[in-house]
């Protein structure tokens, strides 16, 4: 049986779109084994993933002598392991670890030292979505072509393993039958372009008079920044839960919730592999645009103003006017259009 290790050592929301990677090894190597490197904060996600068998952590594989992490890694089993996410030291232990079969791409150096087939790549200039570059370190497997998105898109998956404790399902379960729960997530801890809160704040309010369950969340230090936000649309707010949630029960809620709205973050992909509405808000700037980082899911979305690759964004991003022009009622008529799930 074959075993292959994905290094993915970044966020959140870049590792639910390495997913694809996972399940195309499924489907071209039936019966194999697929592990996951990456992250704790990232091992719900890979624990929710039906192609992921395991999850292998990097913070506790840091923590060992050098002589034991490669003594781990070769343990595993592995005879090919694929580096995603670039990492110096990873692929210097996979080396040392005897893997057979390591693959990277050929802009980073050490790939050079460490790999022993490598993927012309260049992600920058790409008009591939993020999870089409991510398949394309599959090519010395056989792959030859670039799968349509759509298909890449089946691909994107996740089931939660946790269940919802009750007083979250009852929560959500007050509602009428035409009420949608839609969890807003203004903040993305610097990974993407942000709406703004007097933004999120009317949106809010639009949807409470629409007749919608508002729901925020965000960590327990986002909590803090948006206190006094918070406070002010407690109003529109069926309940806030910054801080509240680990991301096992997080996923867990987002699935039992009917959409989010949010910016290209972790959360917004989380929900639309968990099959819920999600619509994302993005800049029209390269490589931030949708062509890049738009969610994947059966009902995933997203907003755009329509000025190409604006400048003036990427000289001053703390002012980007480009993803402030998209209008809170534009929003809400997006959400029209959606259906309890």
């Not at 002589?67 to 232990?93: E, M, S, Y």
């Not at 907003?303 to 809400?332: H, S, W, Y």
Request: one cysteine or more; aromatic letters at 6%; proline letters at 8%.
């Amino acid at each position: 049986m074959r075993t292959f290790i994905i290094s993915r050592t970044d966020a959140i929301g870049d590792v639910v779109l390495t997913l694809p990677v996972a399940g195309r090894l499924k489907q071209l190597f039936p019966g194999c084994r697929v592990l996951l490197l990456g992250r704790n904060y990232t091992r719900a996600v890979s624990e929710a993933c039906p192609w992921i068998d395991d999850f292998v952590s990097l913070d506790e594989l840091q923590q060992l002598p050098p002589n034991q992490q490669v003594a781990t890694l070769r343990l595993l089993g592995a005879d090919t392991i694929l580096h995603v996410f670039p990492n110096k030291d990873l692929a210097r232990l996979a080396l040392l670890a005897g893997i057979k079969v390591r693959i990277g791409t050929r802009n980073r150096w050490f790939h050079w030292l460490t790999c022993n087939r490598l993927v012309a790549l260049s992600r920058k200039n790409s008009d591939l979505h993020e999870s089409q570059l991510n398949l394309a370190l599959l090519q010395p497997l056989g792959e030859t072509a670039p799968l349509p998105l759509p298909t890449v898109a089946a691909l994107v998956k996740l089931t939660p393993v946790v269940a919802l404790r009750p007083a979250l399902m009852a929560l959500l379960a007050y509602r009428e039958p035409e009420q949608l729960n839609i969890i807003l997530h203004p903040r993305s801890r610097g990974s993407a372009r942000e709406w703004g809160l007097p933004h999120f704040g009317q949106l809010a309010r639009l949807l409470h008079q629409a007749g919608h369950r508002v729901f925020v969340t965000g960590t327990a230090a986002e909590g803090e920044e948006l206190r006094d936000w918070l406070q002010e649309h407690q109003p529109y707010l069926a309940a806030e839960l910054t801080g509240q949630l680990a991301l096992p029960e997080f996923l867990a809620f987002i699935a039992a919730a009917d959409g989010l709205v949010a910016g290209s973050t972790g959360p917004l992909h989380l929900a639309a592999a968990l099959g819920r509405h999600a619509l994302g808000l993005y800049p029209p700037i390269r490589p931030m645009h949708p062509g890049r980082w738009a969610p994947l899911g059966p009902h995933a979305g997203f907003l755009v103003f329509q000025r190409p690759n604006c400048q003036d964004c990427r000289t001053r991003p703390a002012g980007c006017t480009c993803i402030k022009a998209l209008e809170p009622t534009q929003v809400l008529d997006q959400i029209r259009n959606w259906r309890p799930l």
